[in-house]
Nanobody
Framework: QVQLVESGGGLVQAGGSLRLSCAAS????????MGWFRQAPGKEREFVAA????????YYADSVKGRFTVSRDNAKNTVYLQMNSLKPEDTAVYYC????????????????????WGQGTQVTVSS
């Protein structure tokens, strides 16, 4: 049974930084790409970043490119999202997700690819 547990959210001032973590269990972590998504109140869930199982391939939404960095530690079964230069519009619940299929090299920005989701962690950026 796959479990994904996010942590690291909180309240931060605009311009500040946070690092989110997502601990995974239940499958061979390194064989699966991971994605980060977010959902703000009243808005649809949107893609933030994705990383391949190998960690070699990365993909970002334009809105976070240059500010956010996705990484993973396969020895710790954990994926991270380093968020710098945060803006009030980054306020949302952030979710990590894992697809059903193994894909060591692929990155996937489409939410329908992902079948396993964490419970989410709240990020609030004050102006």
């Amino acid at each position: 049974q796959v479990q994904l547990v996010e942590s690291g959210g909180g309240l931060v001032q605009a311009g500040g930084s946070l690092r989110l973590s997502c601990a995974a269990s239940g499958r061979t972590f390194s064989m699966y790409g991971m994605g980060w998504f977010r959902q703000a109140p009243g808005k649809e869930r949107e893609f933030v970043a994705a990383i391949s199982g190998s960690g070699a391939n990365l993909y970002y939404a334009d809105s976070v490119k240059g500010r956010f960095t996705v990484s993973r530690d396969n020895a710790k079964n954990t994926v991270y999202l380093q968020m710098n230069s945060l803006k009030p519009e980054d306020t949302a619940v952030y979710y990590c997700a894992q697809p059903e299929r193994r894909d060591y090299l692929g990155v996937h920005p489409r939410s329908y690819v992902y079948v396993y989701w964490g419970q989410g962690t709240q990020v609030t950026v004050s102006s």
